[in-house]
């Protein structure tokens, strides 16, 4: 075969490249806070086997490029977001602005305990505000300020990491297993995370978005010194199982596999 000219090879070239971009721009994506490890790395690995372009968020971008390394793929980019700062979310948002046009999936799963000993008579009132900025308001601002790529979405999906110790039912039971684990910081900023969750679904309710409050389960992690007896990945499924629910799929809800492992709804 005659080999092609210098015109005919850029012209290829080209066309690679145009379909190439289109290909991508034709994925769903996703963005996941938090994301440079423990559950939210292991989301984001899951989301991109399940054939998702991921913006893998990180408060620390060499921590974030370091996450992708490991990832070895090419359907994943760091962005960094420290949800407690509201200039880094703006920032991230017109970052992607040049990249992508909507978005398809949000987790909002950055979040901090705020240390062991969570008292509500002596804690000081500092620390309540530094858990409340980053596992409340953080995943508020998140919301309000990517909703415009979500909504041009065929399918948005929030969701919301929550945790089992949110819900303010089972802490007024007695025979609840956690009963005694009254966190005062810690489950509260989740509880006010799941109600932040209701409005917004409540907002949301005649579009196509579905937004769910989704607890991992207790996981071994850096977050609890590695105790959890739950795993990275079941945790990281949790979350994806509602990231990617189709048009029949629940909204406004919250789920625990830990407080409900029959059908995972959960009481309030
Ligand atoms: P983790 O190991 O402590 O990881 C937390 C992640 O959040 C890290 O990537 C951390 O970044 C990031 N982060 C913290 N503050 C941030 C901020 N201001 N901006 C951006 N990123 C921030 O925790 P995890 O166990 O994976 O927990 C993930 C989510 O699940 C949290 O919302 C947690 O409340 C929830 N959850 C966990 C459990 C559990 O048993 N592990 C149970 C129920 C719910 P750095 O690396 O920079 O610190």
Same mark, same amino acid.
């Given at each position: 075969?005659?080999?092609?000219? /210098?015109?005919?090879?850029?012209?290829?070239?080209?066309?690679?490249?145009?379909?190439?971009? +289109?290909?991508?721009?034709?994925?769903?994506?996703?963005? #996941?806070?938090?994301?440079?490890?423990? $559950?939210?790395?292991?989301?984001?690995?899951?989301?991109? =086997?399940?054939?998702?372009?991921?913006?893998?968020?990180s408060r620390d971008?060499?921590?974030?490029?370091?996450? #992708?390394?490991?990832?070895?793929?090419?359907?994943?980019? /760091? *962005?960094q977001i420290d949800?407690?700062?509201?200039?880094s979310?703006?920032?991230?948002?017109?970052?992607?602005?040049?990249?992508? %046009?909507?978005?398809? /999936?949000?987790?909002?799963?950055?979040? *901090? &305990?705020?240390?062991?000993?969570?008292?509500?008579? %002596?804690?000081?009132?500092?620390?309540?505000?530094?858990?409340?900025?980053?596992?409340?308001?953080?995943?508020?601002?998140?919301?309000?300020?990517?909703?415009?790529? &979500?909504?041009?979405?065929?399918?948005?999906?929030? #969701? +919301?990491? %929550?945790?089992?110790?949110?819900?303010?039912?089972?802490?007024?039971?007695?025979?609840?297993?956690?009963?005694?684990?009254?966190?005062? *910081?810690?489950?509260?900023?989740?509880?006010?995370?799941?109600?932040?969750?209701?409005?917004?679904?409540?907002?949301?309710?005649?579009?196509?978005?579905? /937004? +769910?409050? #989704?607890?991992?389960?207790?996981?071994?992690?850096?977050? =609890?010194?590695?105790?959890?007896?739950?795993? $990275?990945?079941?945790?990281?499924?949790? $979350?994806?199982?509602?990231? $990617?629910?189709?048009? =029949?799929?629940?909204?406004?809800?919250?789920?625990?596999?830990?407080?409900?492992?029959?059908?995972?709804?959960?009481?309030?």
């Amino acid at each position: 075969m005659k080999p092609l000219n /210098v015109q005919h090879q850029l012209l290829l070239l080209g066309y690679f490249c145009v379909v190439s971009k +289109n290909y991508k721009y034709k994925m769903k994506t996703a963005l #996941v806070t938090g994301a440079n490890k423990s $559950i939210g790395f292991e989301v984001v690995k899951q989301l991109i =086997n399940k054939g998702y372009y991921v913006y893998l968020g990180s408060r620390d971008l060499k921590n974030g490029r370091e996450a #992708v390394k490991q990832l070895q793929s090419d359907n994943v980019e /760091v *962005i960094q977001i420290d949800v407690s700062d509201k200039g880094s979310i703006e920032a991230a948002h017109e970052q992607l602005s040049h990249k992508t %046009t909507s978005l398809d /999936v949000l987790i909002n799963n950055a979040g *901090i &305990l705020g240390g062991m000993q969570q008292s509500a008579t %002596t804690t000081d009132i500092k620390i309540f505000r530094e858990v409340f900025e980053t596992n409340l308001f953080g995943a508020v601002l998140m919301t309000q300020t990517f909703l415009d790529f &979500l909504k041009k979405s065929d399918s948005p999906r929030i #969701v +919301n990491v %929550t945790s089992g110790l949110a819900s303010l039912t089972l802490h007024n039971d007695p025979n609840w297993k956690y009963y005694k684990v009254k966190s005062a *910081i810690y489950g509260p900023s989740k509880s006010a995370l799941n109600g932040y969750t209701i409005a917004l679904a409540y907002e949301l309710r005649d579009t196509n978005f579905k /937004v +769910n409050a #989704v607890d991992p389960g207790y996981t071994a992690t850096d977050f =609890n010194h590695r105790s959890g007896p739950g795993t $990275i990945e079941d945790a990281a499924a949790r $979350i994806v199982k509602y990231a $990617i629910v189709d048009e =029949n799929g629940p909204t406004g809800g919250f789920f625990s596999d830990d407080n409900n492992p029959e059908t995972g709804v959960s009481p309030w």
